[in-house]
C-alpha cells in the first residue's frame, strides 16, 4: 500500500499530467517494453529538452482522467530509458510548457514558472498532511459535513487543486475542511448608517445574524443603532491590520466585539462554514488564493443571491421541482466603505437545509467521484456493490439503475429549468450535492450564487419577475456563451466525472454509460423547444465540447475572478459523446439551433 507521501506525489503528478493532456500536448499512444511485460503509454515529445516522458496508463477513460503508474524519461541523444519519480517528471513538463512560450517574455515567463512550481509543491504538501490525518480520522460517510471534508485530493482537472496560498500550517489545523477543525466566529458592531444589507426573507440580514447568536448573543454589548457583522477569523485578522479599518475602529464607528456564537467548521469551499444545529451557513471572503483566485465576496454575487432567490419563489420553482432543489443565499450583510467597491466585510447568508438529522445521506458528487485513500475501496464503489449485493441486478445492471436515477435528479431539472425560464446553473461536482440515504439518488441540491446564468432570450420574463437582475453585472447573458459553460460545468465536470468513476472501478462500461446519457439527452431535446434544446443538440452534435482551462489559468498566474479575458478561462476538446461507443445510442432528427 502506497504511504501517504506516495499517494499525494501520485495524484500530484495524475491532475497536473490530465490537464496537459488536455490543454498543452495530447501526446501518442505507445506500447513500453519492460522485463515483467509490456505497458501502455502516453509518450510526450519535449524538443526543447531533447527528450521524451512516458507515462503509464493503468487505467484509461474516454471522458475523464487517465490514471497513471510508473514514469520513464529518455533523451534524444539515447536510446535507453529511465524510471523517474512523480514530482520530477511533473517539473519536466512544466518546464517544456513554459521553453514552449514566446522567448522575447523569458524573464515574464520564468517568474510565472516559478510561482507555478511554489503552488505544485504546496499543494503536494497540504495533500500528504490531508490524507495522512484522513487516515486515521473515524469517518461517517452519511453525514453532509464528513464528504464536504473527505476531498483531500481535490479536482482531478486541476494542476494544483489543493494550493492555499496565505494559509498557515498552523492556520490549517483550524481552519482546512480536511482536518475537520472547529472556531467560532468574529463578530464587529458598526453604525447602521454604515451597514448595507439585503434579504429575500422575512427577517432582515441583521436579525438573521443576531439570531444565530441565541442565549449567548445576550453578553455582547451591543449599543442602540448598531448592526452585527461575523467574520471568519482569517478575514478578520486580515481586516484589523487594513488602515481604513483600522481609522474606523479609533474613531468608534467600527468596534471589534470578538468571538461569539456556536462553533463552525469549513466545508468543502474552506470559506463557507457549517454547524449541524444552525439554519444558516455563513460564506465569507478570505485573505487565501485558493486555486485559481483570492477568494473575494463580490458586490454583484451579493446581490445575485437575493435576486435569485427572489425569482425562484416568484416562478414557484419549489413546486415545480420535486427531486432537485436550490440552496439559496437569500440574504447578506456588508460594512459599506466610501472608494471601495468592497470593504472586506461582505458576508452571504446561506440557508441550511442540512441542519441536525437532514444531514444524513447528502454528498457532493465530488466526494462521490474522488479517489480513495490508500487501500480504501471508492465510495461510489461501496455504494454500488452494496446495492447489488441487496438487489438481483447485479454491478453493472445496478450501476446503471444509479446512474438513469443520478440522471433523472441531477441532469433533467436542471436542464429543463434552463428550457422553461432561461436560467442555467454553475454545477460542477463540488457545487452539486446528492440524497442517498436510500443508496440511490432521489434529490439533487445545487449552491453557489456565483453561478447563475441568465438567458438574453428571456431576459423580459425575468426581468418582469425581479427588475432588479437588469442592474447586477455579469448576470445576463448570450444563449451561446451559456450552452459552452453550461456543457463544461454539468456535463464536462459533473456527469462526466460520474461515468470515468465507474469506469475505473469497473462498475460498468464507459461507452455503455456514455450511450445512456445520449438517450436521456435526446429525449430531453424531444421533449423540449426553447434554449435548453438548443443546449442538447449542442452537447449532443459537436465535435468538441467546452473545457475549463485550469492550467493555461496557472501558467500565465491568472486570478480567474478578476481575469478580462486576456488568457480564455474555456477552450474546446473532442466531445465524448461523439466517439464511437457513444454513438450507438439511438438518435433523433433534430438539427443544431443557429
Known amino acids: ?138 469517518h461517517d460517510e452519511g453525514h453532509f459535513i464528513d464528504a464536504e471534508q473527505s476531498l483531500v485530493f481535490g479536482h482531478w482537472q486541476h494542476p494544483t487543486p489543493k494550493s492555499r496560498q496565505g494559509m498557515t500550517f498552523w492556520q490549517q489545523e483550524r481552519y482546512a475542511p480536511e482536518l475537520s477543525g472547529r472556531f467560532r466566529l468574529q463578530y464587529f458592531a458598526a453604525g447602521a448608517d454604515l451597514v448595507r444589507q439585503a434579504s429575500a426573507r422575512a427577517m432582515r440580514a441583521d436579525e438573521i445574524v443576531r439570531s444565530q447568536l441565541g442565549a449567548s448573543g445576550d453578553d455582547l454589548e451591543i449599543r442602540a443603532g448598531e448592526c452585527l457583522i461575523p467574520m471568519h477569523p482569517l478575514q478578520a485578522e486580515a481586516l484589523l491590520l487594513d488602515p481604513d479599518i483600522q481609522a474606523l475602529l479609533q474613531d468608534g464607528s467600527l468596534r471589534h466585539i470578538g468571538p461569539a456564537g456556536q462553533w463552525f467548521t469549513a466545508t468543502s469551499s474552506v470559506r463557507t462554514v457549517y454547524n449541524a444545529q444552525s439554519d444558516w451557513m455563513l460564506k465569507f471572503s478570505l485573505p487565501v488564493r485558493i486555486t485559481n483566485s483570492v477568494r473575494v465576496n463580490r458586490r454583484p454575487e451579493l446581490e445575485a443571491g437575493v435576486a435569485m432567490a427572489r425569482l425562484m419563489q416568484r416562478i414557484g420553482f419549489a413546486e415545480r421541482s420535486e427531486n432537485f432543489r436550490i440552496i439559496h443565499d437569500p440574504a447578506y450583510i456588508t460594512l459599506d466603505m466610501p472608494g471601495r467597491e468592497e470593504s ?62 443520478y440522471l433523472d435528479c441531477a441532469v433533467a431539472p436542471l436542464v429543463r429549468l434552463y428550457d422553461d425560464v432561461g436560467v442555467a446553473l454553475e454545477a460542477h461536482q463540488q457545487n452539486s450535492l446528492l440524497d442517498i440515504g436510500a443508496g440511490y439518488p432521489t434529490v439533487s441540491y445545487y449552491r453557489d450564487n456565483q453561478g447563475f446564468y441568465l438567458s438574453e432570450r428571456h431576459r423580459g420574463l425575468l426581468a418582469g419577475h425581479v427588475p432588479e437582475t437588469e442592474t447586477i453585472a ?58 435548453g434544446r438548443d443546449f442538447v443538440r449542442h452537447v449532443l452534435d459537436l465535435p468538441t465540447i467546452t473545457s475549463k482551462a ?30 464511437p461507443i457513444a454513438l450507438t445510442a439511438p438518435r433523433a432528427d433534430h438539427a443544431i439551433a443557429s
Open 1 to 138: 500500500m502506497q504511504s501517504s507521501r506516495q499517494a499525494a506525489e501520485t495524484a500530484t503528478f495524475q491532475s497536473f499530467a490530465n490537464c496537459y493532456l488536455r490543454e498543452v500536448n495530447p501526446g501518442t499512444p505507445v506500447v513500453h517494453r519492460t522485463a515483467a511485460g509490456p505497458a501502455d503509454c502516453t509518450e510526450w515529445s519535449l524538443p526543447r529538452q531533447q527528450m521524451f516522458l512516458r507515462a503509464e496508463i493503468v487505467s484509461a477513460s474516454v471522458c475523464g482522467p487517465q490514471h497513471f503508474g510508473r514514469l520513464w524519461t529518455r533523451t534524444v541523444a539515447d536510446a535507453s530509458w529511465r524510471q523517474v519519480e512523480p514530482l520530477a517528471a511533473l517539473h519536466i513538463l512544466i518546464h517544456e510548457a513554459y521553453r514552449q512560450m514566446d522567448d522575447s517574455r523569458s524573464d515574464a515567463l520564468r517568474t510565472f514558472e516559478l510561482e507555478l512550481l511554489a503552488r505544485v509543491l504546496d499543494s503536494y504538501q497540504q495533500m500528504t498532511l490531508y490524507i495522512e490525518r484522513a487516515k486515521k480520522r473515524p
Open 344 to 405: 472586506g466585510f461582505e458576508v452571504i447568508l446561506r440557508e441550511n437545509p442540512f441542519k441536525g438529522d437532514r444531514a444524513r445521506g447528502i454528498v457532493t458528487v465530488a466526494a462521490l467521484t474522488a479517489d480513495p485513500l490508500p487501500g480504501d475501496i471508492p465510495l461510489l464503489e461501496r455504494i454500488v456493490r452494496k446495492l447489488a449485493e441487496r438487489g438481483g441486478d447485479g454491478v453493472s445492471g445496478t450501476a446503471i439503475t444509479w446512474f438513469r436515477r
Open 474 to 531: 455579469s448576470l445576463y447573458f448570450a444563449d451561446a456563451e451559456i450552452r459552452d459553460r453550461f456543457a463544461y460545468y454539468l456535463i464536462v465536470n459533473q456527469v462526466f466525472s460520474v461515468i470515468s468513476r465507474m469506469g475505473h472501478d469497473g462498475l460498468c462500461d464507459e461507452g455503455m454509460l456514455l450511450c445512456i446519457l445520449r438517450t436521456h439527452l435526446e429525449e430531453y431535446a424531444q421533449a423540449m423547444s426553447g434554449p
Open 550 to 579: 485550469n492550467l493555461t489559468t496557472r501558467l500565465f498566474d491568472v486570478d480567474e475572478l478578476q481575469s478580462s479575458g486576456a488568457h480564455s478561462l474555456y477552450r474546446p476538446f473532442p466531445n465524448p459523446l461523439r466517439v
